[in-house]
């Protein structure tokens, strides 16, 4: 079993930068994919950002390419999302999930492994 916690989300002010991150226990981190998630209220649920067991390869959605990085430190067993210039249209739940394998996905169908969630919230 694996268990993801996210931390970080708060109540921000468009143009702030916001940094989250995911704790993984509970299986060999480096053998996993991760992934940012998120869902705005009334919305489908959404990619964000992806990145490879090694780092070597990350994806991120159109709409966040050139403000959100995502890294993760695989000694650490962890995954962050630096998030800057946020938009209030960046307002959702964000959920860090994980996928056995070394590549990645964009699809939340490839990811078996989910946390809680943590909440950002955008003010213009």
């Known amino acids: 079993q694996v268990q993801l916690v996210e931390s970080g989300g708060r109540l921000v002010q468009a143009g702030d930068s916001l940094r989250l991150s995911c704790a993984a226990s509970?299986?060999?981190?480096?053998?996993?994919?991760m992934a940012w998630f998120r869902q705005a209220p009334g919305k489908e649920g959404e990619f964000v950002a992806a990145?490879?067991?090694?780092?070597?390869?990350?994806s991120y959605t159109d709409s966040v390419k050139g403000r959100f990085t995502i890294s993760r430190d695989n000694a650490k067993n962890t995954v962050a999302l630096q998030m800057n210039s946020l938009k209030p249209e960046d307002t959702a739940v964000y959920y860090c999930?994980?996928?056995?394998?070394?590549?990645?996905?964009?699809?939340?169908?490839?990811?078996?492994?989910w946390g809680q969630g943590t909440q950002v919230t955008v003010s213009s």
């Open positions: 999930a994980a996928r056995p394998g070394f590549r990645m996905a964009v699809a939340p169908g490839g990811y078996d492994y």
């Open positions: 509970g299986h060999t981190f480096i053998s996993y994919a």
């Open positions: 990145i490879s067991w090694s780092g070597g390869s990350i």
